[in-house]
């Protein structure tokens, strides 16, 4: 499928070796990874893994964490994100994508939360584009506004992303957390040449409690897929097109048989 | 508790009588109510109720609902939201919250959903303002945007508002659901005298299983509610201020004593 890549977390029953060989099987030619399992296959190797298998690593999930205002947490947070880096460079990819961080306990401080969101990005920023790889802001549903991502709008992501050269800093477009937003085309837009990674999944409802695990399938739910992809297209952006959904109902079922339904709603719905 | 309303689904474990009596006792001199308990107990006699008792009706939640594309459907709505506003004079408020409804089944049409919203206000605000009610839309969190109401910002509460006289159509600040929004200051200074409403509830998380029963007491969560007050007192608003919370860990208590900690949380938060 061209165009298409896969994100480990959706069909996370799958080891590496098993992604890779999936993917191959079913002629995906991108996967997007994350870090804890990137970690304990060892990051060189999984990125040969890879590599040898033909695939094009798309994304690495994720750095990011940035709104702590505790020092040590701070220089902490900094520390994982350069590791983050290096395993980026690791698994072959120039995209690592960030999940900003929520409020610190207790804090109502949104702006303040943002702000250090900057600080952060004007420290890593140089480390990543020396190595090749460029940090993704990814904006959050504002259902995860307090605990996990302070940045709940594309134009917020675009704000932060923009006191940076482009090829250093960048954003993800992902429907399941944009597709609520009447300035979303706009915003696109505007992102242009920012776009660093288009992810997929759709929205259905009734939201699970703790609302992480609730992404829909491809066309199960209300997100319109190709009127985004003609968004991202008119914007300028040429890249891979990742499906990303947590679902323990696909995690219950064979690897293949979701890729295979996957691939399939992909074609339909784009 | 001056400015203080009490919404009645915050303390729904109380009767019409109950929730009067006991906002009398602890001097609460508003209180915000719902369409299902007035038309159990009967509108006139509720309304007759609660003016004997001194207080003062500040909202009827819930005209709206207006997004079907059926005509059918449409006409229902129509009708159930001219019988709401019967209701609001019934009970002796001017402000009928309006929740607009959410994508018809199987539509991925947010635009045209909000057109249809457009359309049933310039068909009901003439019968709501001849009769003194104010239609106040509600932007609701944009996780209920599928399934509750395609107006997820207070931006696009006032697009739609703006179409028309502000003594017809004005729009609900709710803390609950604007929080995260980084425009909502300017927003909130645009509303103006379009607010008709201000209500407040706290974000805290985890969300429970279809996220509708989360709200938090204020205080427990992340929402700076003095700022809040700040800015609508700005924009020129002098209206009540009511609490309106869905948690079934208050409704699980003894009434007086909930009502007792929210007058201590409200004069402690605002």
Known sequence: MTGLSLNQETIKQWSLPELAKGCVAAEVRGVGLWRAPVQEYGPEAAGRLLRDAGLTVTSLCRGGFFTASDAGERT?????NRRAIDEAVAVGTDVLVLVSGGLPAGSRDLHGARE??????????????????????????????????????LAQALDLAERFPADAVGVVVDTYHLWWDDTIAAQIARAGERI??????????PLPEGV??????????????????????????????EVEIFNPGLWARDGAEVLGEIIERYRTVL
Chains 1, 2 share one sequence.
């Open 212 to 241: 992480l695990l609730g992404r829909g399938q491809l066309g199960d739910g209300s997100v319109d897929f190709r009127w985004f992809r003609e968004q991202v297209e008119a914007a300028g952006y040429t890249g891979w097109t």
């Open 76 to 80: 902490a947070a900094l520390e994982d």
């Open 196 to 205: 660093a990674a288009f992810q997929l999944a759709d929205w259905v409802t």
């Open 116 to 153: 250090r969101i900057a600080d952060a990005l004007a420290e890593l920023a140089p480390y990543a584009r020396e190595r090749g790889v460029r940090l993704a802001i990814e904006p959050l549903h504002p259902m995860y506004a307090s605990d996990r991502c302070v940045v709940s709008t």
